[in-house]
T-cell receptor
Framework: GAGVSQSPRYKVAKRGQDVALRCDPI?????LFWYQQALGQGPEFLTY????????KSGLPSDRFFAERPEGSVSTLKIQRTQQEDSAVYLC?????????????FGPGTRLTVL | AQKVTQAQTEISVVEKEDVTLDCVYE???????LFWYKQPPSGELVFLIR????DEQNEISGRYSWNFQKSTSSFNFTITASQVVDSAVYFC??????????WGLGTSLAVNP
């Protein structure tokens, strides 16, 4: 595809519900990143994949957050038992390579609102 | 520790004015990369420029220019003859030896007609 796509663009969940956010990276991009962006803040790193391997998940805020990329392409970020503090924009980015030598290209984000 | 500071939270200018967005960074890495991204109201982060730590040459792209100075750990961004379409939040980010990007809090630029 032409760019990184994410779905859904908007998600409203009741507290305690599980949600799944999808990311389709640019074709051929090895690396995939998830970020969380709170209102008025810069993006905060959540996790990183190189192909199907999750090499860094140090930014995941709790064990309610889980990400996968089983075939090294599409990735899903799952949040279990959502809380109000999970409300944010979740951004996905992909890049050709594994380090910050390579530019990260971002999708439009999924705005999650937890009521 | 790595850190990016964008001291200007909000800037408001009138169309055709020049405007400079400041970015100061901290890192102990000898090799690092600096980025600017634009985030318009639609929300998507748009890549503008990447600069590596060994290249201090200034760069110009149309109305955009960047001034990288290692001596002051700054990577400032200037928009010449600003336009309403330049209205957005602009983020400066730092990438080092790991894969993470460290982001500033962003500068919200409003260009008024």
């Amino acid at each position: 595809g032409a760019g990184v796509s994410q779905s859904p663009r908007y998600k409203v969940a009741k507290r305690g519900q599980d949600v799944a956010l999808r990311c389709d990276p640019i074709s051929g991009h090895v690396s995939l990143f998830w970020y969380q962006q709170a209102l008025g803040q810069g993006p905060e790193f959540l996790t990183y994949f190189q192909n199907e391997a999750q090499l860094d998940k140090s930014g995941l805020p709790s064990d309610r957050f889980f990400a996968e990329r089983p075939e090294g392409s599409v990735s899903t970020l799952k949040i279990q038992r959502t809380q109000q503090e999970d409300s944010a924009v979740y951004l996905c980015a992909s890049s050709l390579g594994a380090t910050t030598v390579y530019t990260q290209y971002f999708g439009p984000g999924t705005r999650l609102t937890v009521l | 520790a790595q850190k990016v500071t964008q001291a200007q939270t909000e800037i408001s200018v009138v169309e055709k004015e020049d405007v400079t967005l400041d970015c100061v960074y901290e890192t102990r890495d000898t090799t690092y990369y600096l980025f600017w991204y634009k985030q318009p109201p639609s929300g998507e982060l748009v890549f503008l420029i990447r600069r590596n730590s060994f290249d201090e040459q200034n760069e110009i792209s149309g109305r955009y220019s960047w001034n990288f100075q290692k001596s002051t750990s700054s990577f400032n961004f200037t928009i010449t003859a600003s336009q309403v379409v330049d209205s957005a939040v602009y983020f400066c980010a730092l990438g080092g030896n790991n894969r993470k990007l460290i982001w500033g809090l962003g500068t919200s630029l409003a260009v008024n007609p």
